[in-house]
């Protein structure tokens, strides 16, 4: 079974660029999560996705930042512009059913941003 | 924001010695998680227990909680090199369904 894909790997960005970054989660799998995980830090949940729905994006900057999960399967993540401070991994994350926090969540590789 | 927080920071030790991983953190739960994170890689889960169980085993892991005291313990017995890794506790609080993550605890286990 492919677990959760994510790409690009790896990205240098100037300041007040945009950046896009890319996950598909597990087949069959109905949550989705994107997480920012700072240097020595553990992961941050960004939105939480239940199908196409965000029903948790209280912790994303909308300011800069924009999510989409279209047809309940691939998302991305945005940031338009960024920030220095936006250098962090970008986790993504799935699960069968996210309601009740119960279920395991299986993680991507991330993407490492660096913003210079 | 961080919910739960590991002790020790960092922790060395030689391969086959046991280590023991600890996690405190500050409201109810409905259940907490174990996660390990090898460089460059994902998080991995390792195991689950909801707050009515006080101890659970996987393999050569064990994990214990109180929720008395809000704390719970990741033991790996008899270590490996391939243990090295950063390890990561996860709450969910019971007034929502969100994973929580702490700083996590830097394993190095010498061959």
């Known amino acids: 079974e492919a677990g959760v894909v994510q790409s690009p790997r790896y990205k240098i960005i100037e300041k007040k660029q945009p950046v896009a970054f890319w996950c598909n989660p597990i087949s069959g799998h109905n949550t989705l999560y994107w997480y920012l995980q700072n240097l020595g830090q553990g992961p941050e949940l960004l939105i939480r996705?239940?199908?196409?729905?965000?029903?948790?994006d209280s912790q994303l900057p909308k300011d800069r930042f924009s999510a989409e999960r279209l047809k309940g399967v691939d998302s991305t993540l945005k940031i338009q512009p960024a920030e220095l401070g936006d250098s962090a991994v970008y986790l993504c994350a799935s699960s069968l059913d996210g309601r009740g926090g119960s279920d395991e969540q299986y993680f991507g590789p991330g993407t490492r941003l660096t913003v210079t | 924001s961080q919910q739960g927080e590991e002790d020790p920071q960092a922790l060395s030790i030689q391969e086959g010695e046991n280590a023991t991983m600890n996690c405190s953190y500050k409201t109810s739960i409905n259940n907490l998680q174990w996660y390990r994170q090898n460089s460059g890689r994902g998080l991995v889960h390792l195991i689950l227990?909801?707050?009515?169980?006080r101890e659970k085993h996987s393999g050569r892991l064990r994990v214990t909680l109180d929720t008395s005291k809000k704390s719970s313990s990741l033991l790996i017995t008899a270590s490996r090199a391939a243990d090295t890794a950063s390890y990561f506790c996860a709450t969910v609080p019971s007034y929502g369904n969100k994973l929580v993550f702490g700083a996590g605890t830097i394993l190095r286990v010498k061959s």
């Open positions: 996705y239940e199908n196409e729905e965000a029903v948790d």
């Open positions: 227990i909801r707050s009515n169980e």
